[in-house]
């Protein structure tokens, strides 16, 4: 797989409304972008520092990923996610073939209309791994 940067960092939050004052008043950041992701039961904000973005993960729902994240007293970073260049399909078969566990079998459609898939934590270094590109 081709991987041409770190395309974001995800962050589990409580509330977007309660976090962004922090990346905004404090840190200087701009918040350019929130949208829900329905079938993922997320509420996302982004912001920009330098070419990588930052995707606060707000919960909608009690049965979201990110809300048992929460749950299991994990807020904060929650994923590191790479831009891919050669493919999201490609490179899912290129981990699986590595025996890399998959969380997604094929790619799905994330928030900022990118096509996303997530490798499992246990597979890399205890890393929660996103692998995205615009999607076609």
């Given at each position: 797989?081709?991987?041409?940067?770190?395309?974001?960092l995800g962050i589990?939050?409580?509330?977007?409304?309660?976090?962004?004052?922090?990346?905004?008043?404090?840190?200087?950041?701009?918040?350019?972008?929130?949208?829900?992701?329905?079938?993922?039961?997320v509420k996302t904000?982004?912001?920009?520092?330098?070419?990588?973005?930052?995707?606060?993960?707000?919960?909608?729902?009690?049965?979201?990923?990110?809300?048992?994240?929460?749950?299991?007293?994990?807020?904060?970073?929650?994923?590191?996610?790479?831009?891919?260049?050669?493919?999201?399909?490609?490179?899912?078969?290129?981990?699986?073939?590595?025996?890399?566990?998959?969380?997604?079998?094929?790619?799905?459609?994330?928030?900022?209309?990118?096509?996303?898939?997530f490798l499992h934590?246990?597979?890399?270094?205890?890393?929660?791994?996103?692998?995205?590109?615009?999607?076609?």
């Amino acid at each position: 797989m081709k991987i041409s940067r770190i395309d974001h960092l995800g962050i589990a939050v409580q509330s977007i409304d309660d976090a962004l004052p922090y990346f905004e008043n404090t840190l200087g950041l701009k918040c350019y972008a929130i949208e829900e992701v329905a079938d993922q039961k997320v509420k996302t904000a982004f912001l920009k520092v330098g070419e990588v973005k930052i995707e606060l993960l707000e919960p909608t729902s009690p049965e979201s990923a990110i809300a048992k994240f929460i749950e299991n007293g994990g807020k904060g970073v929650h994923h590191v996610a790479f831009a891919i260049e050669d493919g999201v399909a490609n490179a899912l078969a290129e981990c699986e073939a590595q025996q890399i566990r998959l969380i997604d079998k094929a790619p799905r459609m994330g928030a900022e209309n990118m096509s996303i898939a997530f490798l499992h934590p246990k597979s890399t270094a205890g890393i929660l791994t996103e692998l995205c590109e615009p999607a076609k």
